[in-house]
């Protein structure tokens, strides 16, 4: 019996896996595009490879626009709000710049709204991380735009890198 359950538990947990993988696959195939300015800052992890570690323009005029908890600390104010919305207008290219933090306003056929998060006091949009094949770093380090793929519910995917003319970064034409 309880190897029956061990079975069905298993059964559930690799379909619920599966699943969650191809939710992500269609959004990243289904998604919207924008393109958002990134600062990449350290390009590599001993302990997990090579990555570059990402932070979005955009990111800093949410975090700045903000409203910020008042304390004694020395550090930088907290951020004394929750997860939210930023609303982005996006070019001809479709880079997304900074509009305004989401107020419930409809959007202009330009804007889209994109979910970021609050972690450890820093505004986050999908990840803060591009994890690359070993001995690509510099081909990497023309990146200056992510491009994400973003759902009905604004949340986003980081796709790819591309560089300061909207070209795809590839690692092996260097």
């Known amino acids: 019996m309880s190897k029956a359950i061990a ?12 699943y969650s993988i191809y939710q992500k696959e269609q959004h990243l195939a289904e998604g919207r ?3 958002l300015e990134l600062a990449p800052v350290d390009p590599r992890s001993l302990m997990q490879g090579d990555y570059m570690a990402l ?3 955009v990111a800093n005029q949410v975090y700045a626009q903000l409203p910020k908890a008042t304390d004694d600390q020395p550090r ?5 709000t929750a997860d939210g919305y930023v609303v982005v207008a996006l070019d ?7 509009a305004r933090i989401d107020d419930g306003q409809p959007l202009a056929d330009n804007e889209m709204k994109l979910r970021y998060r609050l ?3 820093e505004v986050k949009f999908a990840t803060n991380a591009f994890f690359f094949q070993e001995g690509h770093a510099q081909a990497y380090e023309a990146a200056r735009y992510g491009q994400f793929r973003v759902d009905e519910n604004g949340d986003v995917l980081l796709a790819d890198l591309f560089d300061a003319d909207l ?3 590839d690692p092996s034409s260097n």
Do not use: H, M, Q, W
Request: glycine content about 8%.
């Open 7 to 18: 079975v069905i538990a298993l059964i559930f947990i690799v379909a619920l896996v599966n």
């Open 119 to 121: 972690r450890n006091g």
């Open 92 to 98: 001809d290219r479709a880079v997304g710049s900074f």
């Open 76 to 80: 930088s104010p907290k951020v004394n």
């Open 33 to 35: 595009v924008v393109y």
């Open 167 to 169: 070209t795809k970064i």
């Open 55 to 57: 932070r979005f323009g």
